[in-house]
């Protein structure tokens, strides 16, 4: 069974300040997708990295795929409230199946 | 472009009944997706179908969970009978193909709980 662990679960910061979010596993993915999710939606597809080193810009978010294709960062410059929600990450696999992390809850206060 | 419609949004009934849940994905998408979240949880995929027929239904409680795609455009699934543990909102996404890295796009959910 693959899975992911994504740390940290919860994050209360300051607008304005930086943060990174990690997703890690011992399996080997094809993709690392992120997600964010607000209360009462589905999740929404922020990037999808396919190469191992992979690094996509998104404004203010930096992501980034590992060389050995198990691990990714979500890197967030000069956070801001809107930024709050629940970020996700997910491993694809053969058929386009999903294998998602925990989560973390991340709070930007103004 | 229409986004995948779910209904109803929530849910409530007592443990030991049934319930359904309806799923309209995007027009033109081949290939549908059910998960549960739990509270604080990542999404866990219960069942992948490409049109009408079940690509991937590993992880579905199949005692007690049935889902189908009869014409392959939407989709139910449905739960008799409920346990407590079964309280979660259970998502629908669609995508174009079954391809690796295609975009999944999600509905809004149906809140279940169980009392």
């Known amino acids: 069974t693959q899975l992911l662990e994504q740390s940290p679960q919860f994050l209360s910061i300051q607008e304005g300040e930086n943060l990174t979010v990690y997703c890690n596993s011992s399996?080997?993915?094809?993709?690392l997708q992120w997600y964010r999710q607000e209360p009462g939606e589905g999740p929404v597809l922020l990037v999808t990295?396919?190469?191992?080193?992979e690094v996509k810009k998104l404004k203010r978010l930096t992501f980034q795929f590992g060389d050995a294709r198990k691990d990714s960062s979500l890197h967030i410059t000069a956070a801001q409230p809107g930024d709050t929600g629940l970020y996700l990450c997910?491993?694809?696999?053969?058929?386009?199946?999903?294998?998602f992390g925990g989560g973390t809850r991340l709070m930007v206060k103004p | 472009e229409a986004g995948v419609a779910q209904s109803p949004r929530y849910k409530i009934i007592e443990k030991r009944q049934s319930v359904a849940f309806w799923c309209n994905p995007i027009?033109?998408?081949?290939?549908l997706y059910w998960y549960q979240q739990i509270l604080g949880q990542g999404p866990k995929l219960l069942i992948q179908?490409?049109?009408?027929?079940?690509?991937?239904d590993s992880q579905l409680p199949k005692d007690r969970f049935s889902a189908e795609r009869l014409k392959g455009v939407d989709s139910t699934l449905k739960i008799q009978p409920a346990k407590l543990e079964d309280s979660a909102v259970y998502l629908c996404?669609?995508?174009?193909?079954?391809?690796?890295?295609?975009?999944?796009?999600f509905g809004d959910g149906t809140r279940l709980s169980i009392l």
């Open positions: 996404a669609s995508s174009l193909t079954p391809s690796s890295n295609q975009p999944q796009h």
């Open positions: 399996s080997v993915f094809s993709s």
């Open positions: 990295v396919v190469t191992g080193g």
């Open positions: 997910a491993g694809g696999g053969a058929g386009n199946m999903l294998t």
């Open positions: 027009s033109g998408h081949a290939t």
């Open positions: 179908f490409q049109n009408n027929g079940v690509v991937d």
